[in-house]
Every structure is written in C-alpha cells, then in structure tokens.
C-alpha cells in the first residue's frame, strides 16, 4: 500500500480529457507515461523519475511526471494497442518531444536539459528556443518513425582572421561587406595582435608546413583582424542537392588546407572538373560556402577559417566570450596527455593531480606504464633530432611514468599554457616553471599534425582493447536499448552483439572465482532465467572504462557514489544489477571465446 502511495504522488494520473486539459496548464515541464489499461504505466522508470524528482527537487514547480492512459484520451489515439513504452515531453502546453522505449538514460538527459533550459529563461538568462510542437499521428509509432523533434536546431558560427598583410593593406572593409553580402552575419569583430599560443592553436593544422615557425612570428607581431561569423542554422539540402554538391566543399571545411603556394592550382583543378562540361553555369553559379567565396574573391592567402564546425565554435568563445555567453554558447570538452615522469611519480605526484584537479582537468584514464627502450623511443620520435633525446629515453624507461588522459574545456591549449615551454616565462605558476621542464611530457603542437599526434599518444599509452559486456535476463526486455545507448555514448564501439541463452555451465565459467559464495547459487540461477545479450564492446582502455561505466556491484550503492552509472540508472539490486563486466583483459578474453566461439576478431583494426 505503501508503495502505491508513494507512486501516485510521483505520477498524477491523467484519463480523462478534462485531465488532460488541466496538465496542459502545468507550468514547466512535465513528463506524460502514456500507457495501456491492460499493461499500466512503465515499471522500468519509476527508479529514474524518482531520482530526477529528487535531483531537481530546487525546480518542483517546473517538473511534473503524469502517467496518460491512451484509451481514454483522443490525443493519444495513435498510441492505442502498442505496447512499447511511451513518453512524451509536454512545455507549458505543448508537446514538443517523445522518447519510445524506456530509454532511462535519454529520458533523464531531456528532462535535466529542459528543466534547465526553463529555469534560464525564467531568470532571463536565456530567450525562449522555438520549438516545433509534436503533431501525434500514427506514423510516429510506426517501428520505423523517427524518434522526436529535437532540440532547437543551433546556428553555424565561425571565426576568421584577416591577416596582418590584409589589415595593413586596409582591405578588412571590403572583407566584411563581402561576408555581409554573402548573407553571413558578423557578431564580433577586433583588431588584436594575437599571441604565439592563440596562432599556434588556431593554425594547428598548418603547423607541419616548413615555414610555420616564420608565420607564427610574423603573426604575433602584426595586428590581425579577427571576426566572429553567424552562418544560420544548417541548412537541410535534399538528395539531388547534394548529389550535385559531392564535389564541391562542405561549409563546415572552410579552411586553406592546402600549401598557400598551390591555392590557385587547387582551385583551378576543383573548376576544371565542372566547368568542361557547363562552363557558363558555373561562372555564375554563386558561391556555397565563405571559402568558397574567398577563393573566388582571391582573398583565400589572407583570410582563414577553421574546417570545424565545433573547433570554429571553441574559438568563438575564447575570442568573443560575451557573445557566447549572452548566446549560451557551450564551450567544448576536449582530451589531452600528460606524461608524469619517473622522479616526479616518486616524488609529490598528489601535488600534481591536486593542480591539474584545480585547473579544471578531470583524468578520465590513468595508467602506469613501464617503457622499454624501444616503447620509449617510439613514444618520444619527435624529440630525436634534439641532443637530449638519449637522456630523455633512458629517463624514461628507468622506472614507470604515469600517463593521464585529461579531459577539460579547451585542454590542449591549457595544458600547453600550464605547462608549455613558450608561456613559461610568461607564467610564474606554470607546471614547468614549478616542477621543472624535464618532468612533464609535452605534447608538441610542432608535429607533422598535432591533434593526430595526440591521438597517436593517447592510443599510445591507451590501446584499444575489446570487453564483454552482458545484459543480465531481468534488464534484456526493457532495459537493454537504454543500456546499449549509454555503452554508444560512452565512446564505446559495439562490433559483436547476439542475444544468448546462457546454460548453467556457462555461468559457472564466467563465474568461476565465486563458486564458494552463498549468493552463487542465486546468481546462477538468475543468470539462466532468461535470454541475456552479450556483446563485444571496445575503446581505449575499455576494460577498466566498462568496469567503470558498469558502476559498483549493488545499485543502491551505485546510486549514492556513481549516479550515472549503469548500474546505478538500472540495476533493481545486488543480484538483479543490469549487466556484467568483465574484470580483466584475460578474462575478457576468455568469456568473448565462450560467448561467441571462433569468430575472428584478428580481422578488426584493434586488438584487445
Ligand atoms: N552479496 C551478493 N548477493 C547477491 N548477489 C551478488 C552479491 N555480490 C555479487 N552478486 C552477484 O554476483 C555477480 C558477480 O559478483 P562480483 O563480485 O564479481 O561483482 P562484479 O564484478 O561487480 O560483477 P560482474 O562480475 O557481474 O561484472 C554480481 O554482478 C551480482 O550479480
């Protein structure tokens, strides 16, 4: 009874039309169940409502949970005789989202996003998004309907810098009515003398190029001019427009990838292909996209922008932050690498992390790594024209270094800032300055490209290795979208799935080490109760990151320390906990042999 209780006060029932009229009055948001008579509302969410009632307990008036009975109500006509679960998204009245299937963790990340949306624009930190009502019809619970309008679709934005040749020769006029006429709209704009970091940052790309260092320098000391650009929201072409397109370049790619020196090849060739066949409709073709319209314009040698679109936007930011925050322009998360050395891991490393915690950076993978020569040397190729290479190299591979994935907005900039050769003297507090420039590894932004570098380290010290996981038989019918989905969003690739009736020899050899508990018998017996889906999964250290992702083995306690675990978000108790994650590499192994048998998994790129 109690628990009855307790659930009509988290869900207001909703079966009646004047019902219905009523909750379309809620301030706020509210989240409809809409459910059958014969099967009553979803079960599976209930946990997750709860959590959210509690978590946003600050924004009560904002939130409402309502369980709609489709039957008794027109509006959701189209959802009668279905069986899967249903919610819909209702904001002050309107019906602007549906999520199919219990899928917790979008659920929980929907509700936690326009509940916040709301309470901003309320306290007119934000305007009001339009957002297209949902119009309920039959199709939408078709298998195959797409899943919901999402949220409000956000404009383009880009950044250009205008070259100091360009803003000596005073063509930044010219520039900008260019861009206007175009149809772009400029939100920002400065003259600024741009330091060595914000130009090695922004040409990142071009830091390969033989004569890098001379443009950094003559960069940093001629005033640039520097424009925020808005290109509209994306815009949706249909199939024949973009079969006409393949050739040409995306906006979101509009930056000089090519040597300065060949640009008038390039463009020549890229107008060689069209205009044999229709010279006249090309030369008045008007242009697609800004670098489009450079190249035309000649301009392509003193105008740059960036080729993405979420690397354009973190440099919006950082160039133009009162924009971006009257915009609420989200910054972006990006990882980077430190390498803790030898004497330094011996020595005050707690001081370090401390720091790095302080900056903002968050380790998202950690390890001990103990280099061979050969490792060290591979790991550290692009210092071995320098005379300290050998030095270096038996450094490190005397005694372990402690690697670090670190995630932070902006990361690699700002670690380079605090730990970077160049803003050292610059900056009294610097790791460098603090620890000395032999402790820390930096990731050289001189490579032949350095993001790709980066990402070469990171796998370097990371590898891609493969896993198990298993949806356990209580959570594989209603749970197990919402799981895999979670595993997706976690950056792990899933290569082999098949659902599996587990036998009880099976268990026991997954099981093996806890053969002696009293819960063991439980557990088997569990295990085998239903069809479980198993699945390979991998990443860069996805053992540990699956472990991680998992949650601890008793959701009540996943729910205290790890919220967002899967556990957490769908474990019903310690025996009942969601999935199973495999605890070691070779165990992984072996349950991926058990599960799945011969397959060939030396045909994939990475190997566990
Ligand atoms: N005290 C317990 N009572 C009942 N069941 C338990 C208990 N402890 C563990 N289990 C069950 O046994 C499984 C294996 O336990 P183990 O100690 O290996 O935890 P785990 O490594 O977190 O889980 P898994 O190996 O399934 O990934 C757990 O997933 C859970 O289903």
Same mark, same amino acid.
């Given at each position: 009874m109690a628990g009855k209780k307790k659930e009509a006060q988290l869900q207001t029932l909703v079966n009646n039309e004047t019902l219905w009229e009523e909750m379309l009055h809620n301030k706020g948001l509210t989240v409809i169940d809409v459910y059958q008579a014969w099967c /009553?509302?979803? #079960?599976?969410?209930q946990a997750l409502f709860r959590r959210l009632k509690n978590d946003l307990s600050s924004e009560e008036e904002l939130l409402h949970f309502v369980v709609a009975e489709a039957d008794n109500l027109m509006s959701l006509q189209p959802f009668r005789d279905k069986c899967e679960p249903v919610f819909l998204f209702s904001l002050n009245g309107r019906i602007i989202s549906m999520v199919k299937g219990a899928n917790a963790p979008l659920i929980s990340a929907k509700v936690i996003q326009l509940v916040e949306d709301e309470k901003k624009i309320l306290a007119g930190e934000m305007s009001r998004p339009v957002l297209p009502e949902l119009v309920l019809l039959d199709s939408d619970v078709d298998e195959d309907a797409v899943e919901t309008p999402e949220a409000p679709v956000e404009d383009i934005y880009n950044v250009m810098i205008i070259r100091p040749q360009a803003v000596e020769e005073e063509r930044v006029e010219e520039i900008e009515q260019m861009i206007v006429d175009f149809g772009a709209v400029i939100v920002g704009e400065e003259q600024r003398f741009l330091d060595d970091e914000q130009i090695r940052d922004f040409y990142d790309e071009a830091s @390969? #190029?033989?004569n890098f260092e001379e443009f950094v320098s003559y960069t940093s000391n001629n005033p640039s001019y520097i424009l925020g650009i808005c290109l509209g929201p994306p815009v949706k072409e249909s199939e024949e427009e973009k079969k006409k397109d393949q050739p040409e370049e995306k906006e $979101?790619?509009?930056? %000089? #990838? %090519?040597d300065r020196a060949e640009g008038d090849e390039d463009q020549s060739a890229e107008e060689g292909d069209q205009s044999a066949e229709e010279p006249k409709k090309k030369e008045e073709k008007k242009p697609k996209s800004i670098r489009e319209l450079l190249k035309s314009q000649r301009l392509i040698e003193v105008c740059d922008l960036i080729d993405d679109a979420q690397k354009a936007r973190k440099h919006l930011i950082q160039f133009f932050p009162y924009f971006a925050k009257a915009k609420n322009l989200q910054p972006l998360v990006e990882r980077t690498l430190a390498v803790i050395r030898p004497d330094l891991l011996r020595g005050n490393i707690e001081d370090v992390l401390e720091l790095l915690q302080k900056e903002g950076f968050v380790a998202k993978m950690q390890k001990q790594l103990f280099l061979t020569e050969e490792e060290a040397k591979t790991f550290y $190729? &692009? &210092?071995?024209?320098?005379?300290?290479f050998s030095t270096l190299i038996e450094h490190v591979s005397s005694a372990p270094i402690l690697a670090l994935c670190l995630e932070r907005v902006n990361a690699v900039f700002y670690w380079r800032y605090i730990l970077g050769p160049t803003a050292a003297d610059e900056n009294p507090t610097s790791l460098r300055n603090i620890? /000395?420039? %032999? @402790?820390c590894h930096f990731n050289q932004s001189h490579g032949k490209d350095s993001l790709q570098n980066l990402n070469e380290e990171i796998l370097f010290c990371f590898p891609y290795e493969r896993t198990v996981a298993l949806i356990k038989p209580h959570a594989f019918q209603d749970l197990r979208g919402g799981i895999i989905r979670k595993i997706q969003e976690h950056g792990f690739v899933v290569s082999h799935l098949k659902e599996i009736q587990l036998t009880a020899d099976k268990v026991e050899e997954i099981y093996r080490v806890l053969e002696e508990k009293d819960f063991f018998e439980d557990l088997l017996i569990h295990m085998i109760e239903g069809p479980c889906m198993a699945m390979i999964i991998s990443k860069e250290n996805a053992v540990q990151d699956w472990r991680k992702l998992a949650g601890p083995t008793d959701p009540e306690e996943a729910r205290k320390v790890a919220p967002e675990s899967i556990r957490a978000l769908f474990g019903k108790d310690i025996l009942d906990n969601a999935v199973h994650a495999s605890s070691t590499k070779e165990h992984a192994l072996k349950t991926i042999e058990l599960l799945f048998g011969d397959i060939d998994l030396d045909s994939e790129d990475h190997e566990i």
């Amino acid at each position: 009874m109690a628990g009855k209780k307790k659930e009509a006060q988290l869900q207001t029932l909703v079966n009646n039309e004047t019902l219905w009229e009523e909750m379309l009055h809620n301030k706020g948001l509210t989240v409809i169940d809409v459910y059958q008579a014969w099967c /009553g509302p979803c #079960k599976a969410v209930q946990a997750l409502f709860r959590r959210l009632k509690n978590d946003l307990s600050s924004e009560e008036e904002l939130l409402h949970f309502v369980v709609a009975e489709a039957d008794n109500l027109m509006s959701l006509q189209p959802f009668r005789d279905k069986c899967e679960p249903v919610f819909l998204f209702s904001l002050n009245g309107r019906i602007i989202s549906m999520v199919k299937g219990a899928n917790a963790p979008l659920i929980s990340a929907k509700v936690i996003q326009l509940v916040e949306d709301e309470k901003k624009i309320l306290a007119g930190e934000m305007s009001r998004p339009v957002l297209p009502e949902l119009v309920l019809l039959d199709s939408d619970v078709d298998e195959d309907a797409v899943e919901t309008p999402e949220a409000p679709v956000e404009d383009i934005y880009n950044v250009m810098i205008i070259r100091p040749q360009a803003v000596e020769e005073e063509r930044v006029e010219e520039i900008e009515q260019m861009i206007v006429d175009f149809g772009a709209v400029i939100v920002g704009e400065e003259q600024r003398f741009l330091d060595d970091e914000q130009i090695r940052d922004f040409y990142d790309e071009a830091s @390969h #190029k033989f004569n890098f260092e001379e443009f950094v320098s003559y960069t940093s000391n001629n005033p640039s001019y520097i424009l925020g650009i808005c290109l509209g929201p994306p815009v949706k072409e249909s199939e024949e427009e973009k079969k006409k397109d393949q050739p040409e370049e995306k906006e $979101s790619q509009p930056v %000089e #990838k %090519e040597d300065r020196a060949e640009g008038d090849e390039d463009q020549s060739a890229e107008e060689g292909d069209q205009s044999a066949e229709e010279p006249k409709k090309k030369e008045e073709k008007k242009p697609k996209s800004i670098r489009e319209l450079l190249k035309s314009q000649r301009l392509i040698e003193v105008c740059d922008l960036i080729d993405d679109a979420q690397k354009a936007r973190k440099h919006l930011i950082q160039f133009f932050p009162y924009f971006a925050k009257a915009k609420n322009l989200q910054p972006l998360v990006e990882r980077t690498l430190a390498v803790i050395r030898p004497d330094l891991l011996r020595g005050n490393i707690e001081d370090v992390l401390e720091l790095l915690q302080k900056e903002g950076f968050v380790a998202k993978m950690q390890k001990q790594l103990f280099l061979t020569e050969e490792e060290a040397k591979t790991f550290y $190729s &692009h &210092h071995k024209y320098y005379d300290y290479f050998s030095t270096l190299i038996e450094h490190v591979s005397s005694a372990p270094i402690l690697a670090l994935c670190l995630e932070r907005v902006n990361a690699v900039f700002y670690w380079r800032y605090i730990l970077g050769p160049t803003a050292a003297d610059e900056n009294p507090t610097s790791l460098r300055n603090i620890l /000395g420039p %032999e @402790h820390c590894h930096f990731n050289q932004s001189h490579g032949k490209d350095s993001l790709q570098n980066l990402n070469e380290e990171i796998l370097f010290c990371f590898p891609y290795e493969r896993t198990v996981a298993l949806i356990k038989p209580h959570a594989f019918q209603d749970l197990r979208g919402g799981i895999i989905r979670k595993i997706q969003e976690h950056g792990f690739v899933v290569s082999h799935l098949k659902e599996i009736q587990l036998t009880a020899d099976k268990v026991e050899e997954i099981y093996r080490v806890l053969e002696e508990k009293d819960f063991f018998e439980d557990l088997l017996i569990h295990m085998i109760e239903g069809p479980c889906m198993a699945m390979i999964i991998s990443k860069e250290n996805a053992v540990q990151d699956w472990r991680k992702l998992a949650g601890p083995t008793d959701p009540e306690e996943a729910r205290k320390v790890a919220p967002e675990s899967i556990r957490a978000l769908f474990g019903k108790d310690i025996l009942d906990n969601a999935v199973h994650a495999s605890s070691t590499k070779e165990h992984a192994l072996k349950t991926i042999e058990l599960l799945f048998g011969d397959i060939d998994l030396d045909s994939e790129d990475h190997e566990i």
